[in-house]
């Protein structure tokens, strides 16, 4: 408890203006604050692509999850890259969590495990509204997992520009300006371990890597997913900048753009003939626009939705 506090300097790079570099001071790195066990941490629920969508298994039965992605059929994959927006969330509660992340699901004798990276506020797992990098992995998505360096799992590199749990400032600022990091998500054709890096600032940065045995088995789906969570007989908190996608603006929805998808030997593209596959669990509450390609923006969708969710 409290071992680790840093000032750590952070680059974030507006899409009009070049990268600047702001100091956070006081951030806790890890996220492990709650390592006592006095402190409830909202159990994760991740969706259930596969099975019964909206059935979640009894040990998470307190916890409601809704997300707005896009995801590929079942296949063999090699990973994800997106610019990601940045968004807080001032207002969100406890008990809630809201964010954004690219998703690695792998199927392996007849369960999956994900391992995800992504933004999110969590302030059960922070104890601020801050914006944070996080990672997490489970090795069955009907089972909790774990966050950022609670468990064994991402493998931080080091000197990272970024590590989880660390907060990222600014934010996106509704109407007037939109933030974001890009970040990707794939298999290293060497390794076979999942590498995650940054590519926002002057040249990739490796933040770490996922090793190959969290995500057992020759078949994935990959998904790039706006979600929440939160405690049944609450409300939901937002989704995104809080804002239906209605707009398709960059300053006011949340996106996730220039996707590009890994082929076998770690190249990039567009996904040009990859199916990806929408998927809105509660539309009424959050919802997402068709994926379509915009010039300077590439392969684009936008995703969100306000608080006060409902079921
Ligand atoms: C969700 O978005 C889709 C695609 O933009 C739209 O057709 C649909 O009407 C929206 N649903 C709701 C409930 O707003």
């Known amino acids: 408890m409290g071992c680790c506090y840093v000032v750590i300097s952070i680059f974030l790079c507006f899409s009009l203006a070049p990268c600047y570099l702001t100091f956070v001071a006081s951030i806790d790195v890890g996220g492990n604050l709650h390592k006592n066990g006095k402190i409830t941490t909202l159990s994760r629920s991740t969706p259930l692509l596969f099975t019964q969508r909206n059935k979640f298994p009894d040990d998470m039965s307190d916890t409601i999850s809704h997300y707005a992605m896009l995801h590929t059929e079942l296949g063999k994959a090699y990973g994800l890259r997106a610019e990601m927006s940045i968004w807080g969330s001032q207002n969100q509660e406890y008990s809630q969590e809201s964010g954004a992340a690219i998703q690695i699901y ?12 992504g933004f999110h506020v969590s302030p059960s797992l922070y104890h601020n509204r801050d914006v944070r990098f996080f990672t997490y992995s489970t ?23 970024l590590l989880p749990g660390q907060a990222v400032a600014p934010q996106s600022s509704y ?25 926002d600032l002057d040249a990739p940065s490796l933040l770490g890597h996922f090793p190959g045995e969290l995500c057992p088995g020759t078949l994935q789906i990959q998904a790039l997913s706006g979600f929440v969570n939160y405690l049944r007989n609450t409300q939901g908190p937002p989704m995104g900048s809080g804002h239906f996608p209605d707009d398709e603006d960059d300053k006011t929805c949340a996106y996730f753009k220039h996707v590009k998808i890994y082929d076998s030997k770690g190249h990039a593209w567009d996904p040009i003939t990859t199916h990806m596959i929408p998927l809105v669990d509660k539309p009424d509450c959050y919802n997402e626009t068709d994926f379509t390609v915009i010039i300077n923006k590439g392969y684009i969708f936008y995703y969100g939705g306000p608080s006060g969710c409902i079921g």
Do not use: M
């Open 106 to 117: 792998c199927q392996y004798e007849g369960k999956y495990s994900l391992i995800e990276a």
């Open 139 to 161: 090795k069955d998505t009907k089972s909790p997992g774990c966050y950022n360096l609670q468990c064994t799992g991402f493998v931080p590199a080091s000197g990272a520009a």
């Open 175 to 199: 109407g007037e300006a939109d933030r974001y990091i890009r970040l990707s998500l794939n298999k290293d054709p060497n390794s076979k371990d999942w590498v995650l890096y940054r590519h």
